[in-house]
């Protein structure tokens, strides 16, 4: 009985640690994207909309930004645009996105997940 009870245990941690790790509704960086609000201004496929510049781009390609400046986008600017999304806006928008409340790992599924392209 004991050994059962054991494997129960271990089951649920298990499966919570899982959940834990693909965000709100476990399915990964797709999940954290759309539970944590990133789809209601990017666009569920990521093409923009109303309230935010679309997020098609892959690594490597260039954006411009307000001041005229260009940056390359990778991991650094992805993640500063989503952890301090003040530091650079993209031209043609303005500072609207709110500050996220995201783990270190919500963040990290994020960066890989928009670095992949659309």
């Known amino acids: 009985m004991r ?6 245990a271990v089951g649920v941690l298990a499966l919570g640690l899982l959940a834990a790790g693909c965000g709100a509704d476990g ?3 797709t999940g954290v994207y759309r539970t944590n609000g990133c789809s209601a201004c990017h666009g ?8 935010g510049p679309a ?3 892959s690594a490597g390609d260039t954006v411009e930004l307000d ?22 806006i993209v031209a043609g928008w ?3 996105m709110p500050v996220a409340s995201l783990s270190e790992t919500e963040v ?3 960066v890989d997940y928009l670095l992949t392209g659309p």
């Not at 050994?3 to 129960?8: E, H, I, P």
């Not at 569920?44 to 309230?51: F, P």
């Not at 001041?67 to 999304?85: C, F």
């Open 94 to 96: 303005t500072d609207t």
């Open 27 to 29: 399915e990964g960086a």
């Open 44 to 51: 569920a496929d990521r093409t923009g909309g109303a309230l």
């Open 67 to 88: 001041d005229g400046s260009t940056v390359e986008i990778d991991a650094a600017y992805v993640r500063r645009s989503i952890v301090d999304p003040s530091a650079e």
């Open 108 to 110: 990290d599924l994020l």
């Open 55 to 57: 997020l098609t781009w």
């Open 3 to 8: 050994r059962v009870r054991a494997f129960g």
